[in-house]
């Protein structure tokens, strides 16, 4: 203990920082240790040693920043209570964080990852609620009942809103959570520890791939696995002992040269751009919508800021990341290349398949989403298996641009989606009720036009004369060589 004591007391002389009394200015450290973190430290040492000791590693540690200037609260604040003499909150959020790290609060406050936590309404949370979950989770803040499935899958990645209870106590369907946009109970969003986690608060492992891959994987967006197959990720785990993650300053080509972390191309800085908390300003598309839409035009939905920002720009930004390392030919041609897959996807299945939900609407209506057959192989084409082609071309992972992109998305359009309809429209044609007749022959002429049209014909095996020749030549010359 007097060894610690004297360390800190080494590193308040040592790294003292230019003394600032206020703790308004951007990243200010203190002189020294104030008494309240020393009277907090002295305590937690015996009870939560783990959280002293990250503490004592961290780059606030050095600049004196303790667990009062973070914990410490105001008379008046919703998540203040008194805790052994000093009035403090358990929960700590971007607004305590930016009385210190402004810019990047700022930033981080403007982008989507803020938003997360706004998915009420839509098919997922059917899904948690309804589909997987019920009302059976009852707690003091929740008498009616919250979904299990909610609580601990959805809110974990996207945030939960923290509801306090008597004692500024959280309520545990609430807490603990670490949800990229938690709704905090000062008003502000989101939770900085998403990626900086308590309390080492480092940025090493915010430019660790493994720290986006907590929310960015899975079957629906596999970011985090087309990484670890593109020859980015292949790089990074084989040469990440010289990629210098724990250097200040960290620029895309310069320091980090053998290949990109998530964190590189998405936030950090280039020799041309500072770091940004706002990934959204490197995105040309966004890929989560069934048909993808260019950023400005989906920013403007949601009335963001960054509306205004087109989407030309922000893809410049993103071809700036690339050329602190490839040559703007290779960087272009990708582009290229990744605009052909959206393009592909949103005209060949995304678009047509939409407009035929869209039409077999009036003829499922009688049951809820997810008690029809069409709404699963739907859901499954356009949020999982459409989402991964698209993420896959976007970040070089091919194998999830196709087999478990592409592929995927035809399978489940041919084989399962066309005979869902073409069997609903059929059945809703015979019916004796003549606006349900009606529908189910809209449904079925529209089928018939898209199964008609270039893209669809080969399907029932009207493929075009001279594609079908060159097909069959090409095909006995592999036999000929492979077998079959
Ligand atoms: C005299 C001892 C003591 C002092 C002083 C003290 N704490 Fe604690 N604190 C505790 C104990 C004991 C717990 C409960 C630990 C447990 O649950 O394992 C606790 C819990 C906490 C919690 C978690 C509360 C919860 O409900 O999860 C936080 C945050 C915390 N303390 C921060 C601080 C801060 C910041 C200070 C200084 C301003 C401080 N503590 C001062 C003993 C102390
Ligand atoms: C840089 C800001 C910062 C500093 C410094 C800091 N904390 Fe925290 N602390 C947080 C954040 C953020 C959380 C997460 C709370 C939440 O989810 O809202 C947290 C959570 C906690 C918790 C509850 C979480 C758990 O894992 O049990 C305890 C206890 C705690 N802090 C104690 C301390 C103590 C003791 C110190 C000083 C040694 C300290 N904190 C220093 C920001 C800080
Ligand atoms: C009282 C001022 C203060 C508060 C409050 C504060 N910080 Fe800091 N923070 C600093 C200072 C000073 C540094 C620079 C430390 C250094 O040079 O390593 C820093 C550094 C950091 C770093 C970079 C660490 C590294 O390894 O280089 C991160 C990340 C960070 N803070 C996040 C947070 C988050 C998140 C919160 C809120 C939960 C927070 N800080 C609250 C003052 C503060
Ligand atoms: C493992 C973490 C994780 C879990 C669990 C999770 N999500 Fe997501 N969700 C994400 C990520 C990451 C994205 C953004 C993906 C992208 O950008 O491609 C996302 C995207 C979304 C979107 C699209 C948002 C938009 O901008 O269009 C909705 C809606 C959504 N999730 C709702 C839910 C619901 C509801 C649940 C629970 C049933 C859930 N998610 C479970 C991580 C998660
Ligand atoms: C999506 C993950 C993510 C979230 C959420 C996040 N950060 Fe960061 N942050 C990073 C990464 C990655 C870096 C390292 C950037 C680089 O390469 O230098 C970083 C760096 C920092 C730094 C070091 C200085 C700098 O700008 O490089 C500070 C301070 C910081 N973040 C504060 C915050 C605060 C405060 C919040 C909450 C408002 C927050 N961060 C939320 C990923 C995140
Ligand atoms: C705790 C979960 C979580 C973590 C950790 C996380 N994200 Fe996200 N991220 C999300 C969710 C959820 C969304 C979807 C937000 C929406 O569209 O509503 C998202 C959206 C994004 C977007 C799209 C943003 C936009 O403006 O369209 C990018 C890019 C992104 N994240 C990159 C990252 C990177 C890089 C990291 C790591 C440094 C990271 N994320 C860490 C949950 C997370
Ligand atoms: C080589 C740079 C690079 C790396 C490394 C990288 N990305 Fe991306 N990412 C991109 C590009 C390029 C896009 C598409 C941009 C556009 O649409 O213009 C993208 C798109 C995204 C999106 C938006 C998806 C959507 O639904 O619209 C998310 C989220 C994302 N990346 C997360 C990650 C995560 C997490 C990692 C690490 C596991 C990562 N990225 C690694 C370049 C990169
Ligand atoms: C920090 C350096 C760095 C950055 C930044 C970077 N890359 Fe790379 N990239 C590499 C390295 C190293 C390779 C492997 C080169 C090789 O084997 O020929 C590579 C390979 C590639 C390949 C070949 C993939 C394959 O499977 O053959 C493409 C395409 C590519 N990068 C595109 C991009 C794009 C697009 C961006 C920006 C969004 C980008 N890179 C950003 C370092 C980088």
Redesign the pocket.
Known sequence: MRIRWWLLGLAALLGGAPLSGSAGAQ?IGLRELSDETRGCYECHQRHTPGICGQWGASGHYRSNVGCYECHSANEGEPDAYVHYDFLMSNIVT?RD??R??D???A???ASR??LAGEIEGSLQQLLAEVVEGNRAFKTAGFPEGASAAAVAGCAQCHGSQVKLLEGAVPDPATWPNTG?GRVNPDGSR???????ATHM?S?VQ??HPD??GKCHLGPDHPQKEVYEESKHGIAFFALQHVMRLD?????AGEE?FTGP????C????TPNQ??T?D?GLRLSWNNRLTVSERMDAADERLGLASMDITWEERRMNMKDVCGSCHSERLTDHFFVQYDAVIELYNGKFARPGQELMDLAQPLLAEGAPFSRRADWIWYELAQHAGRRARHGAAMAGPDYTHWHGLYDVARLFYNDLMPALEELAASAQASADPARSDAGAKLKQRLEEVLGSADHAWWRGALNVDEKARREEARKRFEERWGR
């Open positions: 990243a971007p964080c930016s210190c790290h810019r990047e609060v930033e981080f406050s990852h803020a990229v989101g939770a900085c520890h998403a990626c900086h608060f940025v915010a430019r720290t986006c250097a200040p300053r960290w620029v980090s972390t998530c964190a590189s998405h936030l950090a800085a500072d770091v908390h990934p």
